[in-house]
């Protein structure tokens, strides 16, 4: 088990009851596969995840587990799933059965083909996904084909097979935010893509709050776009014509027209519009210049408490190299 032909990362987080019987599904599909082994990433569960994690792994050798000291989110537990992945391709799906096991043969194959890359394409059953979600949903990704520099299909997830060189170009990454389903796109190898119907969860709750949703949203955007740095500048402009015009009413409506209150109507409603202008440029800017900051400040994306799975490849470190003058110390 030194070096499997295939790894299967799984981000976990309070996940106590479907851990086993997604253990026993993935051992089942891929046997005719050759070896392989199950990579569990426990996200900070506050439930028995980790312990049933360690009971199945002191009971068979192919499941490992990293353990983070706090709950760093899903695509920092993606990303350390890489990171001590040692298949020749590696898989990434969620273990709560949304992911069907059934295709992962179809993802193996694929890659057996010839695709270094094997994304796939949520087709849900009606009913399944509310109706202002998948609106939302299909409107975020038509908003980063425009002004982004890559292409996602609507109801693309990060149930993914990825080849081992795939796996080391990603390890080269030491960004902070990475917009993983994106950067696979990105890097250009060849890249094949399955279309599955969405699993029914079998026990717990879905972790993926509005509040998630909306920062992976603006993680998408800012790292494969700068285009609304560039929308701030037709913005700004724009209320500026905006306010010009409202002064050449102001100044009609003081000429010519009769028993109007001079000025304030104008006033008012040249300060509520630029001054919305103003913090809706500023609050692009700014998030932007968060992401510079966190990224400049160079801390690890994950930190991890235990792991059984130490055997990580030399480009993929848990935690980046310090800059010189704090190593130096």
């Given amino acids: 088990m030194d070096h499997p032909r295939l790894s299967v990362v799984l981000p976990s987080h309070n996940e106590e009851q479907n851990i086993a019987a997604m253990a026993k599904a993935l051992s089942e599909a891929l046997a005719p596969f050759g070896s392989f ?20 792994a002191a009971a068979d050798r192919r499941i490992r587990f990293v353990s983070f000291t706090r709950n760093f989110g899903h695509q920092a ?20 059965f949304e992911h069907p096991v059934e295709l992962v043969p179809k993802l193996v ?33 038509r908003l980063l084909d425009s002004i982004g520099d890559i292409h996602i299909d609507p109801g693309s997830a990060d149930f993914l097979l990825l080849d081992r060189v795939v796996v ?3 390890g080269r990454f030491d960004n902070h935010d990475i917009f993983l389903r994106g950067l696979v796109r990105w890097l250009g190898y060849p890249l094949a893509k399955l279309t599955y119907t969405q699993g029914t969860r079998r026990a717990g709750e879905s972790k993926y709050t509005l509040r998630h949703m909306i920062d992976f949203a ?7 776009s700068i285009k609304p740095l560039r ?26 027209v009769q028993h109007t209150v001079a000025g304030w109507t104008s006033i008012l409603a040249a300060m509520a519009i630029l001054g919305a202008g103003q913090f809706l440029v500023l609050g692009i800017i700014g998030e932007y210049i968060g992401r510079i900051l966190r990224e400049t400040r160079r801390w690890p994306v994950y930190l991890i408490a235990e792991t059984d799975a130490n055997e990580a490849a030399p480009s993929q470190t848990a935690v980046r190299d310090p800059p010189r003058a704090a190593a130096s110390s």
């Avoid at 082994?37 to 199945?56: Q, Y």
């Avoid at 905006?242 to 050449?248: E, P, T, Y």
């Fill in 109 to 141: 194959e694929e890659w057996q083909r010839g695709a270094k890359i094997v994304v796939t394409q949520r087709a849900t059953a009606p009913g399944q996904v509310s109706l202002l979600k998948r609106a939302t949903s299909r409107a975020y990704y």
């Fill in 231 to 256: 929308i701030a500048i037709h913005l700004s402009l724009g209320f500026a014509l905006l306010g010009l015009l409202l002064l050449v009413y102001s100044v009609v409506s003081f000429l010519f």
């Fill in 218 to 224: 603006a993680t998408g955007i800012i790292a494969h």
């Fill in 168 to 170: 080391e170009a990603i």
């Fill in 37 to 56: 082994e199950l990579i569990f990433v426990n996200d900070a569960s506050s439930d028995g995840t980790l312990a049933e994690i360690k009971r199945l």
């Fill in 77 to 96: 537990a993606l990303r350390a799933g890489l990171a001590h992945a040692r298949g020749d391709a590696v898989i990434l799906m969620d273990c709560d």
